[in-house]
């Protein structure tokens, strides 16, 4: 007859013995009243276990790449809101990306709309800084790298005129040690010429910045309006049939009286 | 016929994601009911199921095959629920539903099941979770592995790294301990005391 044994109780209990082994302690189980009751209590403990249900998750996950999530299909949940607010949501968000790239400044005013980029600087600038003025100092590793990161149309123009950039301070200190030598100035674009295609590069990005915040704001209030058009639709039935009925009960009570 | 999870692995691994996607929706609640009964929330249990999959998928090149690729996803989780549970430095939390439904209920009842039976089979539920947060969480571990996902032993000792004999301990020693908190918390038996073996 073999010893009481844990792991042959517990083998036995999962049915996961060698049939040798399982037989052994069948033999051992029909002699031993101690066993026979711990086997029993804990096939009863598996049955409460068998009572313990996760709750039902509501989730899919899904893993997908940036693309085929932007040309997925809104979730459900959107679909209660308006289109026009869901156009303002998009707006909102394509203001605070853009204000995050290029230091925007959105203003609604007595001039109308008006819309003002200029790039943003993570430290302050030796010269003189402002909208349209170009950084004196060579842009760092750090910033051309943020730059190209960016995937956006933002983002590359940003890493363009951060090469640009690059590219004139190299060049003011080629001509710099040029000149120490006394060698004559090497012919080619200029550094105020480079500084210029900049300076246009820098307006043409504020403008289209700006033309691309007012088609947000005209599709934002297109949307709106054409609701406003179909509450108005929906609702003009139900308050005539609701203003019929008042005027039947008026026109009872007053003959009731 | 539906693909096996190595060769959804391998079309994975050629950067067909519709394929990964599969073996999200073929794995998902497994993963997230162990995480579920390891750490006992279910906000939490989400997040590791969901973390799970975001760490398989970048490690996907890494995956050479060796381990089922359950195996694999099982070993990520339980890896993920221990470094939450050294977060939070305390034992898993069983929740208590803040309210029951009866008619969410009676749509969850059995055929032959009254709703008064199932409520006793919820609060059982509850009860026995309670009992499983109390468990050390090797001994929880092993219970979960062998008694919800149905691993071998040798599975269950692969992926906790210790050997066949610690698993077997490790769940007697986890059952007993859990049959005392029952019978604490007034858990009746199921059984007659007439029908051993």
Same mark, same amino acid.
């Given at each position: 007859m073999i010893m009481c044994n844990k792991e042959q109780l517990v083998g036995y209990l999962y049915d996961d013995l060698p049939a040798e082994e399982r037989a052994a302690f069948e033999g051992h189980v029909a002699a031993c009243a101690r066993c026979r009751q711990e086997l029993f209590e804990l096939r009863e403990t598996r049955q409460h276990l068998a009572t313990w249900a996760p709750?039902?998750?509501?989730?899919?996950?899904?893993v997908v790449q940036s693309a085929r999530a932007e040309a997925a299909p809104p979730r459900p949940r959107f679909a209660m809101?308006?289109?026009?607010?869901?156009?303002?949501?998009a707006g909102v968000l394509v203001a605070a990306g853009a204000a995050a790239i290029a230091n925007i400044e959105v203003r609604h005013d007595a001039n109308g709309f008006v819309v003002r980029t200029g790039w943003a600087s993570d430290a302050p600038l030796d010269g003189p800084a402002g909208p349209g003025v170009v950084a004196e100092r060579p842009i760092s590793a750090d910033a051309r790298s943020a730059a190209v990161a960016d995937p956006g149309p933002a983002g590359q123009l940003r890493a363009e005129v951060a090469a640009l950039a690059q590219r004139v301070a190299e060049m003011e200190q080629a001509d710099l040690q040029l000149a120490r030598t006394g060698a004559p100035p090497r012919s080619g674009i200029s550094p105020a010429e480079l500084r210029k295609i900049l300076a246009e590069s820098e307006s043409r990005q504020r403008t289209e910045m700006a033309m691309r915040f007012q088609q947000i704001w005209n599709d934002f209030n297109a949307a709106r309006a054409s609701d406003f058009v179909r509450v108005q639709q929906a609702v003009a039935p139900e308050l005539q049939r609701q203003g019929r009925l008042l005027e039947n009960v008026i026109y009872r009570n007053s003959g009731q009286r | 016929m539906p693909s096996t999870d190595e060769e959804l692995v391998a079309r994975s691994m050629g950067g067909d994601l519709d394929s990964f996607n599969q073996l999200v929706?073929?794995?998902?609640?497994? !993963?997230?009911?162990?995480?579920?009964?390891? !750490?006992g929330r279910e906000e939490d249990a989400r997040d590791v199921a969901q973390e799970t999959f975001l760490r398989a998928f970048r490690a996907l090149r890494g995956f050479k095959g060796q381990a089922k690729f359950s195996s694999w996803l099982y070993r990520i989780t339980l890896n993920l629920c221990r470094d939450w549970i050294r977060r939070q430095r305390r034992a898993p939390v069983a929740q208590a539903p803040e309210g029951v439904d009866l008619i969410e209920l009676a749509s969850q009842a059995e055929p032959a099941e009254t709703i008064e039976d199932l409520v006793a089979r919820r609060e059982l539920g509850r009860a026995v979770a309670r009992a499983m947060a109390m468990l050390p969480e090797e001994q929880r571990t092993a219970i979960v592995l062998k008694e919800y996902h149905g691993l071998t032993f040798q599975e269950i000792a692969d992926l906790l790294d210790c050997p066949l004999s610690t698993v077997k301990?490790?769940?007697?020693?986890?059952?007993?301990?859990?049959?005392?908190?029952?019978a604490e918390a007034g858990v009746e038996s199921v059984f007659a005391r007439n029908d051993h073996v």
């Open positions: 709750p039902e998750p509501e989730f899919t996950f899904q809101f308006p289109r026009w607010a869901l156009a303002a949501a | 929706l073929r794995w998902e609640r497994p !993963i997230y009911a162990l995480a579920y009964r390891v !750490i301990t490790r769940l007697y020693q986890g059952l007993c301990v859990l049959r005392k908190h029952l």
